[in-house]
């Protein structure tokens, strides 16, 4: 229960470290964030099949 | 209910800081720091969020049902349109941020204008000094033996006493002896940063030329001795040098180089640049290089910038990293010419009868060869090579990691610019 509401509120924050890993590479490597945005989806939708295991158990 | 998080006064800490070491440090690139260094925020706000949860969860408290709130996303976009802002200000076109007179915006009053006029007996080929201050300056070598320097200070003030005052306080002092001259600002206490200034200054024909600048733009024309230039400038003209020219600072307007007899350096914080010497110009603004009549070895490295070099004599290197590179070597025989570009289209125009090796390699790219027999192109998946030769010649190497190459002969695909340079014509 305790992890679930855990797993739930840091879903934001990691999308923010996400977002801030890909401007930083934009920025240092030259890697533009347009090309990169993608990874930003990747990450939403591994962060929904976490979240929908956690609910998926009894 | 919401815990206090940490991350909020941090930022306020931080700007706090920033603002402060702005004014404590104007040299400082600070906004060089901002624009590189800003996406470290959206990550230490994140892993200070995460270990906020976890330490509210391991000690029971209640925990937010989302980690960043609706509030907090609206600033995190903000963050992020400033800090592409600021990006893209400083590396493309750079300018703005710069220009905007941050110094001038706590400075209130009135602006009064007073002539500046000061002389001092020079020999045939003094090397002056020019020290920090604020304003324009034009430096000219003409058939004189004094150092002479005209124009006007502006002060800054309240009210016309007030101006008297750091008038009186100031002033421009030409001191040393004959061989080694320095002109400076003289500030009195509490005029510190009130005065500009436009200046001209003739000097003798001879003489050498040191300049640490602070704002303005910078013009130094028809000296024989060397010229070195530090700090920071909005446009900057150097021509006519029968010396070694190095430049190195910041510079938020065009540069232009022309006419070196000598070594030329440059270096800024996206661009490093030597050659031994400029028979033609080299123009620099904030997004595009052109260099056309060079005598090398010429060695450039840049961030990003589009780069073009026409008409040069013996080897080139250039390392890129994002923008595209146009190269016209103009003259036979060739030399070595070495070119690595991370991110951005090569273009290479051979002259007609020259004789060289060719090794071209993009990883992630097209390559249109315009060489004809005795050059082929091998496939990889998206990496390509072409490779021959023509008569026996110095070695051409280019290596990109993701843009397109094409080679020609002749005369170009596409047009370089319009520049009416003589040695241009010869190789038509």
Known sequence: MVNRSVMAAIRGPIVLITLGVLFAIDNAAGISFGKTWPVLLIVLGILHLFRRAGASQP | ?428
């Not at chain 2, 001259?181 to 436009?198: D, K, P």
Request: glycine share 10%; proline share 5%; hydrophobic share 40%.
């Open chain 2, 1 to 428: 209910m919401r815990r206090a998080s940490l991350f909020a006064p941090l930022l306020l800490i931080a700007l706090g800081a920033l603002f402060l070491a702005r004014n404590l440090y104007p040299d400082l690139p600070l906004t060089d720091y901002v624009a590189r260094y800003w996406p470290y925020i959206l990550i230490l706000w994140g892993v200070l969020r995460i270990a906020e949860i976890l330490y509210w969860a391991s000690s029971s408290k209640p925990i937010p049902a989302h980690g960043v709130s609706g509030g907090e996303w609206f600033l995190v976009v903000f963050l992020c349109l400033i800090g592409i802002g600021v990006h893209a200000a400083h590396y493309t076109a750079r300018g703005w941020f710069e220009r905007i007179p941050w110094a001038s915006v706590q400075v209130i009053g009135e602006r009064f204008d007073y002539p500046v006029n000061a002389e001092k007996a020079a020999s045939k080929a003094p090397h002056i000094v020019i020290e920090d201050f604020r304003g324009d300056l034009q430096i000219t070598g003409s058939d004189t033996d004094a150092v002479k320097v005209t124009g006007r200070k502006s002060v800054r003030a309240m009210d016309q006493d007030g101006a008297e005052n750091a008038d009186k306080n100031s002033g421009f002092e030409v001191t040393g002896d004959p061989g080694q001259i320095t002109v400076r600002l003289h500030e009195g206490s509490g005029v510190s940063g009130r005065i500009s200034s436009s200046l001209e200054v003739t000097v003798p024909k001879g003489a050498s030329v040191e300049a640490k600048r602070r704002d303005g733009d910078l013009h130094i024309s028809n000296v024989e001795g060397n010229v070195t230039v530090s700090g920071r400038a909005a446009d900057l003209d150097v021509r006519d040098v029968g010396g070694a020219v190095s430049v190195e600072g910041t510079y938020t307007g065009d540069i232009l180089l022309k006419n070196v007899a000598k070594s030329l350096r440059f270096k800024s914080q996206r661009t490093d640049f030597t050659t031994a010497g400029v028979p033609g110009e080299i123009h620099i603004d904030p997004s595009d290089f052109n260099a056309d009549g060079l005598t090398g070895p010429v060695r450039l490295s840049s961030r990003s910038r589009d780069v073009h070099v026409q008409n040069f004599r013996n080897a080139l290197e250039v390392d890129l990293e994002r923008g595209d590179l146009d190269l016209q070597p103009g003259q036979v025989p060739l030399s070595r010419i070495q070119a690595t570009v991370r991110s951005g289209d090569v273009r290479l125009a051979l002259p007609e009868s020259a004789a060289f090796s060719l090794k071209a390699t993009t990883r992630n790219g097209d390559i249109s060869n315009g060489l004809g027999a005795g050059f082929k192109v091998d496939s990889e998946g998206r990496r390509h090579t072409l490779q021959g030769s023509s008569g026996a010649g110095p070695e051409i190497s280019l290596e990109l990691e993701r843009g397109d190459i094409f080679v020609t002969r002749g005369s170009p695909k596409t047009p370089a610019r319009e520049t009416a340079h003589p040695l241009e014509t010869i190789n038509q």
